[in-house]
Nanobody, 116 residues
């Protein structure tokens, strides 16, 4: 069974940085797209950043210029580099990947808390 395993969340002060990782275990087949969502209490889940199989990236407006999505050479691990973090970035961050073979996969979520 393929799983997405996330790591890298934690507590950071405003202005700080964190790097999230999400690795797919097992044979996923071709990954068509990958991305990061976040969900804060009482808020809807929102797409933060995404990357398609060609490497084209998209970012939600509030994180443009501060967050960067990338992947490793195998294409099975996706990263989210988060800089200049703000308290409003506090949320559970979930990674996702889509493959034609397995459909939409989700990570378990990792908590990011930005607070002084």
């Amino acid at each position: 069974q393929v799983q997405l395993v996330e790591s890298g969340g934690g507590l950071v002060q405003p202005g700080g940085s964190l790097r999230l990782s999400c690795a797919a275990s097992g044979n996923t087949g071709k990954i068509a797209d990958m991305g990061w969502y976040r969900q804060a209490p009482r808020n809807q889940r929102e797409l933060v950043a995404s990357m398609n199989e060609f490497g084209t990236t998209k970012y939600d407006d509030p994180v443009k210029g501060r967050f960067t999505i990338s992947r490793d050479n195998t294409g099975n691990t996706v990263f989210l580099e988060m800089n200049s973090l703000k308290p409003e970035d506090t949320a559970v961050y979930l990674c996702t990947m889509y493959t034609a073979y397995l459909g939409r996969l989700w990570g378990q979520g990792t908590q990011v808390t930005v607070s002084s």
